[in-house]
């Protein structure tokens, strides 16, 4: 079986968040269509600002990483124009030559 390629953000909090919304579309059904009267659920949308947040720091903090990891790329030297080698076109041939 084929090892699937490691998601950068969690599919975790995207699923959590649309659970919550299902949840608050059910307390929104259940006190519009059934019960008519205000139902208020504090917790839930609580949970529902948590995840968001959560969501939020990730997607930042990969982007940061990206950045960063671009930045490391583009600073390192490359040392056969440093020393004016150049690489050897030939695996037979040394580097000097």
Known sequence: MARRKKQS???????FLGLLMMFKVFVWVLE?????????????????IIVIAALLLRVGFV????QR???????????SDSKGYTAA???NTCVTC
């Open 9 to 15: 953000i969690p599919i975790l909090l995207v699923r």
């Open 32 to 48: 519009n269509n059934i019960m008519h009267t205000p139902i208020n659920v504090p917790e839930l949308n609580y949970a529902i």
């Open 63 to 66: 982007i940061w990483m990206a």
């Open 69 to 79: 990891k671009k930045a490391a790329v583009t600073n390192v030297e490359d040392f």
């Open 89 to 91: 076109t030939d695996s």
